[in-house]
């Protein structure tokens, strides 16, 4: 089961980016545009959209595009809608079309574009960056003892993990125990009687034992079920509860940042909510964990001129690139040179494709000067 947090989202997903930034032709097509969630302002998303389609037509024309190329393209780009008006009162704070020859895609996302349409060899996607913070994958544990449930994704959804080889809830685990005794009670001639429950009267110190013996076996299916990703795993529940689970746990990735539950409010839909904050930290924490390691790294350069040479030759490992920048101008593979505004290319975006196509990383960061890249040699 999974649990979406925004329906009318699109997840970007590394491997979607590499699908997009692998595209190189003589047309590559990127649109970016705000739009409106609900509303009566949704009627302005189709006719801003016609709008920018139209800005496209016209630049294509400047740069004397045969006619027939033009009519393919713009042809393209009007069946993002498939027909359905209904399709742009689904939409989130932003949309960015992509369009070539062979290739189209669009994206909905939770931030707002400013109204751009650029053409180039390869697809622009700069405006792009700060969605990737939404892929920060976390675990999230409900500890409610009467349904235990572990879950795994990101700030765009949850997906529900299945831990079969411990009990869901707190009372069928003091049942098997039970049910476990009686057996051995029939095998040598004793009588099984009834089941009793443990720890729910006077005896706190009972409850607690056994309370703590159940987390032991959840963790222990917990590590099993995350030993391959290694996620930071975020705790729900009453703090008694969050508390006693450290005391036994074993998971090496376990947060310090805990969420609140009440039992009017513990569905998914509702701790996934609680667990953006969470999210939205995780992915700050590894933007910043990626940029003390340039700091201290040795083989680091700054500035354009130095990072989009670097990046052609596949040396960058991490490319920091600050939002909202743009460097117009074009790169001349062959002799390195950097021409100045007016060429039509943006040599940032062109620094951002060369990282990511030879598998490099790229974070976006907050406004500065220039971009900045930590080295592989």
């Not at 509702?270 to 930290?281: E, F, G, N, T």
């Amino acid at each position: 089961m999974q649990i979406f947090v925004d329906r009318h989202i699109d997840a970007l997903t590394p491997e979607r980016l590499a699908r997009l930034v692998n595209v190189h032709g003589a047309l590559c097509l990127s649109l970016y545009m705000p739009t409106v969630r609900s509303g009566d302002q949704t009627r302005q998303n189709p006719i801003r959209y016609k709008n920018l389609c139209k800005r496209a037509a016209d630049m294509l024309a400047e740069r004397q595009t045969p006619g027939a190329v033009v009519d393919a393209l713009t042809a393209r780009l009007g069946e993002l809608d498939g027909g359905d008006p209904r399709f742009w009162e689904h939409q989130s704070d932003g949309l960015a079309v992509f369009v070539s020859e062979d290739d189209f895609d669009s994206l909905r996302l939770p931030q707002t574009f400013a109204e751009c349409v650029c053409i180039g060899a390869t697809f622009d996607v700069l405006s792009l960056l700060p969605a990737l913070r939404l892929n920060a994958r976390f675990a999230l544990l409900n500890l409610d003892l009467n349904r235990v449930r572990l879950y795994t994704g990101s700030a765009l959804s949850l997906d529900v993990i299945d831990l079969p080889d411990v009990a869901e809830s707190l009372r069928d685990h003091l049942g098997s125990i039970e049910h476990e005794r009686q057996l051995r009670m029939h095998s040598v001639g004793g009588d099984g009687g009834s089941v009793v429950f443990h720890g729910h009267g006077p005896d706190d110190r009972t409850r607690k034992d056994e309370m703590r013996e159940f987390f032991r076996l959840l963790d222990a299916a917990l590590c099993r079920a995350l030993a391959a990703e290694h996620l930071p795993l975020v705790l729900a529940g009453t703090p008694a509860n969050r508390g006693l689970y450290r005391e036994v746990s074993r998971y090496p990735h376990l947060m310090g940042a805990g969420i609140e539950i009440d039992r009017e409010a513990d569905d998914p839909g509702s701790l996934h909510a609680r667990a953006l904050p969470v999210a939205r930290a995780l992915a700050e924490s590894e933007v910043q964990a990626a940029l003390a390691r340039m700091q201290t790294g040795a083989r680091r350069v700054t500035g354009i001129e130095a990072v989009l040479p670097a990046a052609q030759a596949g040396r960058i490992d991490t490319l920091f690139v600050p939002e909202d920048l743009r460097i117009p101008g074009r790169f001349d593979a062959d002799q390195g040179i950097l021409h100045g505004e007016g060429d039509g290319d943006d040599l940032l975006n062109q620094a951002v494709v060369f990282t990511l196509v030879q598998g490099g990383q790229v974070y976006s960061v907050a406004p500065s000067a220039s971009p900045a890249a930590l080295l592989r040699y």
